[in-house]
């Protein structure tokens, strides 16, 4: 008996040994110290995050004096009737900046006749399962609308890259990249043909169904390796080489030959993706090289591409940490008023990328912030890949920020000048047979 309550007596204080671990043990199975994580749990839990902003605000009643908050944009979120309502001349200003997607043709249909967005993305579900004249028979029917209003054409984009980014395939024939095109040609002669021969090829195809705009070449450099985690960007398998002359000279014979077709090529993703592990679709991203070290490679085939005729460049959502630490290129006017216009000498159009990414979405600015940067940045078009709310949070925003003087007109009227240069997108005077050079 003596012996069976000894026995229990030293199971007990072994049990309490082990649940009880010594300060600063380890986790066998997490690794973390298990006094440091009981630390770390109180003091970011919710319920000791809000007594510790609680008491900091006793402490220090001014502190949203010391570091006050941004301005929420819009102030009030207006309804899509709403929006559309407004002041029609001011409707087609803010909304002739926006590019937008859609799930079905429908949707824009109430955007285009109330002239409220400059053109549409067409992507895969737009087309999957589809016919070809069906298609384009819809993009026509919206073309007619803006020509009743008087209006130039519909900016028509796609995001036809080639390989993994094939969004109009099927139906349009597939392609590989670039980079998978020229990847065993050894001279300059056979790169230019089979490039120039592609270039057509996607060109023919892209004019079938009515596509203005194509999201490509892809000039990022192909830095690091194949394995490299940058998420759903993809870079390494998109990328056309390493080499930025090479690359320069890719994308040259590339938008040379679209822009014959009226197509117009877009340059991506500026200031260049090759450096950067991080997915701007998810999150914000960092470059932190010079930006005389990106001039002499990763901006070589932008600098050298990007003020030909015809040729558009697509700002990312990284943040060029040497110039602007704080705001995405996509909307910095740092980036684009001190790199992009004065010292890459390039008065093109500037496109964004997507708007609705994480890396917008989520910025200190968010969504109808950034929006409203970028037009005052001297960014011409917003793309934005979906219509859904994320349209009305853009609109209200520029429209209340519109209301209060606070839009630049005169990064406006650069805009309408730059819009003008591309024929492609006013084909009222213009004899619909052959095709012309993209750019006056």
Known sequence: MIERLIRAFLLALLSVALLVPPDGSVDARTGYYKSGWRKYHKRYSPRHRAQRNTSTAKKSPDSAAQTPALPARPEKLLTRDEILATDPVRLERLGGRIIVGFDSFSQVVPLVEKKAIAGIFVTDHNVRGRKIQDVAKDIENLQNIRRQQGLPRLIVAADQEGGYVSRLSPPLKWQPTLGMLIAKLKTDDERERAVRQYAETQARELERLGISMNFGPVVDLRLGTADRN??????????????????????????????????????????????????????????????????????????????????????GHVRLTAIDSTTPASFSDKVVNSIMRPRLDNDGLLITDDFSMGAVTRSRDGLGGASVKALNAGIDLILLCSVDKSYDIMMSALIEADQKGEISLVRENETNERLKRYVFTDDRDLPPSAPVQAQQ
């Open 230 to 315: 940058d998420g759903e960007t993809r870079l390494y398998w998109r990328a056309i080489d390493a080499d930025p002359y090479l690359v320069a000279k890719v994308a040259g014979w590339y938008c040379d030959t679209l822009t014959k077709f009226n197509i117009i090529c877009t340059l991506k993703h500026f200031p260049g993706l090759g450096r950067v592990a991080r997915d701007t679709h998810v999150m914000s991203a960092d470059i932190g090289a010079s930006a005389s070290q990106l001039e002499l490679s990763d901006w070589v085939p932008f600098r050298r591409v990007m003020t030909e005729p015809g040729v558009a460049t697509m700002v």
